[in-house]
């Protein structure tokens, strides 16, 4: 889902029935116009679903078919709403991403749903910028954002901003960022570096490690020496379970860094694998996740309609066509605006509530969990509404 783009786009543009229920204050039913198309409310809304189907990329295949099926169990779950869905391939290919989404808007779709993909979904959003359809992407990069292109999939940004705020309300005051140096990891140490900031906490240094076994343990002293000597209180991580967590875990708790007098937390999931529960280092780390009731509710259910548990990210579909039936469901013309897909109390979704922001990009309302025993435990709730605690 994740890749970096120079400024292609800022130059180019500068579960279940209740989980569909839109969450309109007094102050966001009426709604003025803002990029987008008119519709009628009483008929079927065309909406185009792109998903990867055709690509070589391993996973993508799983990937299409659980987007797809997630789409339909939401347009099931929806209430005196009509969604015509259309479903294109796009190879998890740019190229032919622009070509379908083109195509999409020729064949009468009034909103795009996808890709996933960062550059194909660029793509798709450049292809129909000029044609008043927004583009609700499953990406989670914030870089491709804007115009008429939105992201779906939880940002890094989204999440560091969780994670600091609860930080700072736990009365921690300055921390240490480590990040790979990757684009990724890179891209993450920034959106921590705006969250610490934003939340009142001071960035007590930074240190960047080589995606390597050598390149963590080359990277410890470093984070050992910024730890004791600006006395930080916070050692925030942007590895991976996949990466170099596992071997974080185990060296910095040796190096004297230990998880019982600075507080480790993680911008990405410490919960998957499963295995990683067991790691002695992420005892007692903070992580930040989707609402896990709302999660397996949402797992349950689509495991009960098509025999096996949807991808990690399928999910996303769901929460697009509820967002859309809801809007749609409002019975306003200009439902599939952009001041309409970003009123701001949001959506429920699969995961808890969301909202699109007017820069593209998206919030949701994330649990704070850490990991005790070996076991995953919430430590602060999803809130039920962006007033509530973490916004």
């Known amino acids: 889902m994740f890749a970096v783009f120079t400024t292609a786009r800022k130059a180019a543009l500068t579960v279940l029935a209740l989980l569909a229920t839109v969450l309109l204050s007094a102050c966001d039913t009426a709604m003025v116009g ?9 008929k079927p809304v065309p909406v185009a679903l792109l998903v990867p189907r055709g690509s070589s990329q391993g996973g993508d295949a799983v990937l299409a078919q659980s987007l797809e099926n997630a789409a339909r169990l939401a347009i099931a ?15 998890g290919d740019a190229a032919t991403a622009a070509a379908v989404a083109t195509q999409a808007v020729n064949e009468g779709a009034r909103i795009l749903l996808g890709p996933v993909h960062g550059e194909a979904a660029n793509a798709a959003g450049l292809a ?3 044609r008043n359809i927004n583009v609700l992407s499953f990406s989670n990069n914030a870089s491709i954002a804007g115009g008429n292109l939105f992201v779906l999939g939880p ?23 480590v990040s790979g ?4 990891g890179q891209v993450g140490r920034n959106a921590i570096r705006t969250a610490l900031a934003e939340a009142g906490l001071r960035e007590a240094g930074a240190v960047t490690h080589e995606l390597s076994q050598q390149g963590v343990i080359n990277a410890v002293p470093a984070v050992r020496d910024a730890v004791q000597t600006q006395g930080a209180d916070v050692l925030f991580l942007t590895a991976t379970t996949a990466g170099a967590l596992p071997l974080f875990s185990q060296l910095l708790p ?8 600075t507080q480790y937390i993680g911008l990405t999931r410490w919960d998957i694998p499963a295995q990683t529960l067991a790691l002695p280092g992420v005892q007692g780390g903070w992580f930040a996740m989707p609402d896990p009731v709302r999660s397996q509710q949402f797992r349950d259910r689509y495991a009960q309609t098509y025999g096996g548990p949807p991808h990690p990210i399928g999910g996303l579909a769901y929460d697009g066509i509820a967002a859309i039936g809801a809007l749609v469901g409002a019975g306003k013309s200009d439902a599939l605006t952009g001041a309409a897909l970003t009123q701001s109390a949001g959506f429920k979704g699969v995961g808890g509530i969301f909202r699109l922001r007017p820069d593209g990009t998206n919030d949701r309302g994330l649990a ?7 076991q995953v435990v919430v430590i602060d709730p999803a809130p039920a509404s962006f007033s509530g605690a973490g916004f």
């Open 34 to 42: 803002g990029g987008g198309p008119t519709i009628n409310t009483s």
């Open 77 to 91: 779950d929806l209430d005196n709403v009509q969604i015509d869905l259309r479903v294109y391939d796009t190879r």
């Open 128 to 130: 129909v910028s000029g």
């Open 155 to 177: 940002t890094f940004e989204t999440t560091a901003r969780r994670l600091a705020r609860y930080a700072a309300r736990q009365g921690k005051s300055s921390a240490v960022i």
């Open 181 to 184: 140096s990757d684009v990724s």
């Open 254 to 261: 040796e190096s004297g860094v230990t998880p019982q007098t």
């Open 368 to 374: 704070v969990a850490t990991i005790q025993n070996k």
